[in-house]
Each structure stands twice: as structure tokens, then as C-alpha cells.
């Protein structure tokens, strides 16, 4: 459980406000995170959704981005064929991952629509180029989502529409 903790604690330490750190490190730390989540179980997940859904919700594009790579990089793991994860660890997994979709999936449509709207109106480039990156993410996250995730609650999330609205702008 160490090991989870000090992930943690790496993920909020880059996602702190005004800290400014390259893709590289960014990507990194979400990759720590999401391998503690594939080595621990969907109890560690279930525990970490809060804090995530938290962090896509912030008004910080590095954040949000931060927090956005996590969801995308577990369900990854899921919609991947995984050589380290097979059968009962892929099934509990993949069981917490459902189990959490009523939380993420409108944490990515709230994402998209925020930060979408805040890098329209913002004329600093660097602080555009967060609210891009987390909406990037976000849209990543929404396709790796939609290569398992069930259709019922991935429509009634909004997120089918907000992609066709992105694709069109």
C-alpha cells in the first residue's frame, strides 16, 4: 500500500496550481498511478475515483488533464489485451471500472464542456494550451471508454453528442 500512497501524493504534487510541468512528466505520473491501480484491484480504484472525478472538475487544465490521463490510462487496461492481466484480475477490474461509471463518465463530459468553453475565451497561449491538453484528454479517455464501456449509461452521459459537437468545431 506504500507504493499506492506515494503515487498519490506524486500526482497531486504535479497537479498543484501554478506548477507547470512538461507532457513527459505528466504522462508519467498518470502511467504510475494507473500501473498501482492494475497491481492493487479495484479497491485502490474505487478508493481513487473520488479524488480523480475532484481533479477533472478543477478549473486548472493541468489538473483536469492530470487527472483525465489517470481515468484514461486504467480503462486502458481493460480495453487492451493485457498479458499481465488476466482473467479473475481483469474481471474484478474491469468490475470496479463499471461499477464507477456513473461518476466518470460525467466527469468527462463536465471536463470537455469547461474546458472547452474556458480555452475559447483565454488569450494567455500557455494557459490555452492547458485547457486544450485537458480536453484532449478528455476525449481520449471518452474513446477508450467507448471501446467497453456499456452504451445506456455512455449515452445518457452526454458524451456521444459532446464528441459530434468537438468534431464539427
Known sequence: MEIAALAHSMLVDVSSPGVIEAY?????VATL????VRQEGSSLWTRLVPDLVQMCASDEGQCAELGMNVVRFVAEDVAIHNEDMIGGRMRELLGGLTSTLPAVLPAIYALMEKHYVKAQGCQDMQVKKAHVAAVNAA?????????WAPLAPFMRSGLIEACGMLLVR
Open 33 to 36: 498511478m494507473a500501473e498501482v
Open 139 to 147: 476525449l481520449g479517455a471518452c474513446a477508450v471508454y467507448g471501446e
Open 24 to 28: 513527459a512528466v505528466k504522462s508519467k
